[in-house]
T-cell receptor, first 113, second 109 residues
């Protein structure tokens, strides 16, 4: 089934630990995105990639890094987790520049303690 | 700056009609999206408007006025399963989506 797969579904992480959230899509979309969603704040863009080999910073990039080695994968890394990074993380993809919208993964619920 | 405003919460009755307003101020405009998000789930695509007017799709319609920076989805014959958050998002001049905080719609019997 075509779509986006995120892993893990949820995670409890000790502060200061390193963590990589995985995201894979099989729709051959050129653009991919990482969002965090916090109550009352809506979706906020962390990082994005318009095409394989390129990445860009979104609204809230600090403390996060991404890479886009190929079209399908777009991992998000927290180098040293802090409690303020407790959130639900969504990966999304799109054919950039079209009105087809974004397809979202099912999300990763991360708790940093 | 870029700004998208929508009400935080609305309540409606099963079987009724509800309109959820969204106003926006963005750098450029390449279309407006509405997404539905049930609690604990990912957002799912509902509609895309780039031209002024009303687009109808079954129980769901979406309206856009570019001159007024205004959009709304219209949900008819409300069902309990329509209880969800409705997210307004504008595609700006860089083809990046700018998101509103979402409107939580509560349907009562």
């Amino acid at each position: 089934i075509a779509g986006i797969t995120q892993a893990p579904t949820s995670q409890i992480l000790a502060a200061g630990r390193r963590m990589t959230l995985r995201c894979t899509q099989d729709m051959r979309h050129n653009a991919m995105y990482w969002y965090r969603q916090d109550l009352g704040l809506g979706l906020r863009l962390i990082h994005y990639s318009n095409t394989a080999g390129t990445t860009g910073k979104g609204e809230v990039p600090d403390g996060y890094s991404v890479s886009r080695a190929n079209t399908d994968d777009f991992p998000l890394t927290l180098a040293s987790a802090v409690p303020s990074q407790t959130s639900v993380y969504f990966c999304a993809s799109s054919d950039s520049g079209t009105g087809n919208g974004y397809t979202f993964g099912s999300g990763t619920r991360l708790t940093v303690v | 700056g870029q700004n998208i405003d929508q009400p935080t919460e609305m309540t409606a009755t099963e079987g009724a009609i509800v309109q959820i307003n969204c106003t926006y101020q963005t750098s450029g405009f390449n279309g407006l999206f509405w997404y539905q998000q049930h609690a604990g789930e990912a957002p799912t695509f509902l509609s895309y408007n780039v031209l002024d007017g009303l687009e109808e799709k079954g129980r769901f319609s979406s309206f856009l006025s570019r001159s007024k920076g205004y959009s709304y989805p219209l949900l008819k014959e409300l069902q309990m399963k329509d209880s969800a958050s409705y997210l307004c998002a504008v595609l700006d001049s860089n083809y990046q989506l700018i998101w509103g905080a979402g409107t939580k719609l509560i349907i009562k019997p």
